[in-house]
């Protein structure tokens, strides 16, 4: 593998190891497109990844908004069944289209979060919270219209996240090409892991940090990886995300906030997301690995 591992201190350190729990599934595959192909009932059963289709564009979510204000006019709500879904096939179909991996896995992922929940949210977000969601977080981004986005449950409640893709990663930073060294917390089978999807060229996405303050939470995770890494987004603060089926990753829209004038979202790489931590947490980067630099024991 080319890398060092010995000890060394460390100051507070983190990382979204999202992808511990597909270690095992993936031995057996070659490549990141082959264990999602192959094993994608097992990713809906874990529920860490995210499925990529359950990502839309803002003109996609009004297709569907107009679908449900369109049914309740002619009398069918969604609330009516009491957390049972009820109405014609048609719209059956389209709330599963939409939130069948949040009725069919995170339901029963989450004791706090019920049938009932998700179909409410559904009807809230048809009469309410769509027609707020652009002048909500266009502050942040220069054209919503090109991002897709996404609902899944966190801290009790479904809450809206956005696809980390190359037309997020454009628009906020010009480019899809940002080298930067980082670290990531991670453990042995993990750093195996990402230096095979380096020399297999079918790396997928993690979360890494240049700056602490807390320690991280996962005890397995006791190895530091200094790497450097290709930056499709950088965050002042942690910024709760999830990895996708195809290999990028989301973050939660409700923490683009950061305390004090600025954003979360750091729009310059190298002199925004590197500097004082007001949260007392870490930095977060979304980045894909390009080469493992070093290894450090906690």
């Known amino acids: 593998m080319g890398t060092r591992i010995h000890h060394r201190s460390q100051a507070n350190h983190q990382s979204q190891e999202s992808l511990v729990l597909l270690v095992n599934n ?3 595959s ?7 192909s192959e094993s994608i009932k097992k990713v809906y059963v874990h529920g860490y990844i995210k499925p990529l289709n359950c990502f839309h564009t803002l003109a996609e979510w009004r297709q569907f908004v107009d679908g449900i204000l369109k049914f309740q006019k002619e009398g069918h709500y969604v609330s ?5 879904i009820v109405g ?3 719209l ?3 709330i599963d289209d939409f939130y069948g ?4 896995v995170d339901v029963d992922r989450y004791d706090l979060l019920t049938t009932k929940n998700v179909l409410d949210h559904i009807e809230d977000f048809a009469n309410h919270r769509y027609w707020s969601l652009e002048n909500e977080f266009n502050q942040y981004f220069e054209n919503m219209s090109d991002l897709r986005f996404a609902y899944f449950y966190s801290r009790g409640d479904l809450e809206p996240y956005v696809l980390v893709d190359e037309a997020f990663t454009e628009q906020i930073y010009g480019s899809t090409n940002n080298p930067k060294v980082l670290y990531h917390y991670t453990h042995p089978e993990g750093v195996e892991r990402i230096q095979r999807a380096i020399d297999g060229d079918e790396p997928f996405d993690i979360s890494a940090y240049t700056v602490a303050k807390r320690d991280f939470f996962r005890a397995k995770s006791n190895m530091i990886m200094e790497f450097e890494g290709n930056v499709r987004a950088g965050f002042r603060s942690d910024v ?6 195809n290999g990028r990753k989301c973050v939660n829209l409700h923490r683009m906030g950061y305390p004090g004038e600025k954003d979360n979202l750091c729009t310059d790489l190298e ?3 590197n500097g004082e931590l007001k949260t007392s947490l870490w930095n977060e980067f979304i980045v894909t690995p390009i080469k493992i630099l070093d290894v450090y024991k906690k």
């Open 101 to 104: 991996f949040q009725l069919n």
């Open 271 to 273: 002199n925004d997301c």
């Open 26 to 28: 993936m031995q057996q």
């Open 30 to 36: 070659h490549a990141w497109k082959n264990f999602i």
């Open 92 to 94: 059956t179909a389209m």
């Open 88 to 90: 014609p096939e048609e």
């Open 240 to 245: 709760k995300s999830y990895s996708v089926s």
């Open 80 to 84: 009516h069944g009491h957390g049972q």
